[in-house]
């Protein structure tokens, strides 16, 4: 059964400060994508990682993809209050019947 | 341009009824998923319907059923409702024949919120 697992589940930073946040996924997908979500609200696509070496770069937001490694990074560089969300990583499988699997979710809160 | 729209906002439902939940993708859009999300979790994955055909399919019951119309919008049907069916069901368009799954982004609507009591 394919798993997408994020860590940190929960994630408190000061702002100004540097963080990673980690996806594995435990089956062969070679697209991943970045989610966030704020409370209440419906998810905004961030990245779309379609390679093995991918690396896409929005303001301070960063997202990487390792497919050997089945890991994808989201790293944030001086967070700011405005970052505070919870941001998912999602895999899709297309070998057969399609299917879409959603990460943990990583609640990310930045203390000013 | 308009985004994904969903109807209704927020339904409340006895268990054992029956619901439909509705979604209009954008406007050229012609793929349309629908996924499930409990409150605290990430979304589940449900339907993925394309040019009126089921292209995906996640881990739910049959009492989850969905159609896609000529006009490319879709309903989610849920029958004999139970407890645990409560949560925000998203709808998410993209505009080419396998949605998501070839890279395209998928553009998700404000959700519908089902309460079950």
């Known amino acids: 059964e394919l798993k997408v697992e994020q860590n940190p589940l929960f994630l408190s930073m000061q702002e100004g400060k540097n963080y990673t946040i980690y996806c594995n996924y435990s089956?062969?997908?070679?697209?991943l994508y970045w989610y966030r979500q704020d409370p209440g609200k419906s998810l905004e696509s961030l990245f779309v990682?379609?390679?093995?070496?991918a690396v896409k770069q929005e303001g301070r937001l960063m997202a990487s993809l390792d497919t050997k490694a089945r890991l994808s990074t989201l790293h944030i560089t001086a967070a700011v209050h405005d970052l505070s969300a919870t941001y998912f990583c999602?895999?899709?499988?297309?070998?057969?019947?399609?299917?879409?699997?959603f990460g943990t979710g990583t609640r990310l809160k930045v203390l000013a | 341009d308009a985004g994904v729209t969903q109807s209704p906002t927020h339904l409340i439902k006895t268990r054992g009824q029956h619901v439909t939940l509705r979604c209009s993708p954008i406007?050229?859009?012609?793929?349309v998923s629908w996924y499930q999300q409990v409150l605290g979790q990430g979304p589940q994955f449900i339907f993925q319907?394309?040019?009126?055909?089921?292209?995906g399919r996640g881990n739910f019951p049959d009492r989850f059923s969905a159609r896609q119309f000529p006009n490319y919008s879709s309903e989610l049907n849920v029958n004999a409702l139970l407890l645990g069916d409560s949560a925000l069901y998203l709808c998410?368009?993209?505009?080419?024949?396998?949605?998501?799954?070839?890279?395209?982004?998928?553009?998700f609507g404000p959700g519908t919120r089902l309460t079950v009591t």
């Open positions: 319907y394309y040019e009126k055909e089921e292209r």
């Open positions: 990682l379609l390679s093995n070496g």
């Open positions: 406007s050229g859009h012609k793929s």
């Open positions: 089956t062969t997908s070679d697209r």
């Open positions: 998410a368009s993209s505009p080419n024949r396998a949605g998501g799954f070839l890279g395209n982004e998928q553009y």
């Open positions: 999602a895999v899709a499988i297309t070998s057969g019947t399609y299917k879409y699997i």
